[in-house]
Structures are given as structure tokens and as C-alpha cells.
């Protein structure tokens, strides 16, 4: 089989667990990476007239999107799958006014300037590896001085490493991407576990919380 052909079959087989995740998911509080980079803002006390800016990537059904509208955020929540915005959009704690949405995946991201927060929950990985590096600069690049990164990467012995359309990095690659940024969090993960689906699976993931200098 080509590797073409592999590559598509895996994302096939990822987007048909999409709706079973967000089911298994639903109701379950937001990460603790972002909420760790929320109070990181609020201990800066910054007075402004305007709400902070996020961008949600790769939101899912909203577990972090909900949190963030409710400390008074704006939010723009992006997601590749349509199920996913559906769901952000009938929950029923939402500030619409607060909110804007984008069905896209991240091969195609632009993001706007001076964005106080990219919020990439357990998200990034899922992006090719051959548009990695395009996505992180947009990010990098999206973000103003003082505004911070959460999240999580894949690290190389994770077990979903051997797919070829999932990202995944090793902690020098980690520390290099983060190198216009101030380390609040880099939290390494390894041992094995569960899926949200109850799948066996071994975890290296790094927690990550930073604030671009």
C-alpha cells in the first residue's frame, strides 16, 4: 500500500471516532493547561476597556470555549469537523455575542493579529506533519507580546507516532519551537493508559504553557 493510501485511511479512521469522542467528552471540565494560563492573566492584572482575544484551535465540542466565555473572553473557536462547531454552538452556556466560529482545518489556518491567547488542546498534533511548521509560525506570529500558548504536543513515543498523518516531537524539538517564548509549563507525560473512547494507548504528551516574549 501506498503511503498516500495510508494516509488517507488513517484520517478516515480518525473522523469516524470524531462524534464518539465528543460524546464521551461531553460534560468534562476544561484542561488545566488553559486554565493555568487564565490565571496567569488574571495575576497580571491588566486594566483594558476590551474583553481579552482567544483562539480556540481545534475546539471540539467546546469543554475550553465555554470556559473562556464565561470569564467575559472573546472567542474565535475553530474546528475541522462541522459536528464539532455544531455542538460548541447548541451548548446552552454560551455568550453568542462573545463568539464567532470556523469550520477549517488546519492546513488552511490564518489567524488574525495581536491575539492574546492560542488555546490548542490535545489539537495540534492532528495537523500533517508537512504542514506543521507553517501552522506553528502562524501561531507564533498571531500572538502579541505577553499573549501565551497552551497546550499539548505529541511526543515520539506516543503510540500514535506511527501514524504518518499525526505530528508528534521530541522534547529538543519542544524547546526549540518554544524558544520566542517564556516557559510557564513544559510537563512531560509517559506511561500508558486509555483513550476517552477506552482504547489502550500509550501517552507522551507535553503540557504546555508559555508566554511569547
Known sequence: MSEPKIYKSENED???KWLAYYQ?????PPRDTLLTA???FDKENIS???PYFAVDLGCGEGRDTVELLRRGWRVLAIDGQQEAITRLLNHPDIDSQLLQTRVLRFENLTLPESVD???ASFSLPFCPPESFPKLWKVIVTSLRSGGRFAGQLFGERDSWAIYTSI???TRKQVEQMLQDFEIEILQEEDHPGKTALGEEKHWH???IVARKL
Open 24 to 28: 464521551a467528552v461531553e460534560g468534562r
Open 167 to 169: 505530528t508528534h516531537h
Open 14 to 16: 480518525f473522523e469516524r
Open 205 to 207: 504528551i507535553f503540557h
Open 117 to 119: 491567547l492560542v488555546n
Open 38 to 40: 487564565l490565571d496567569s
Open 48 to 50: 483594558t476597556s476590551k
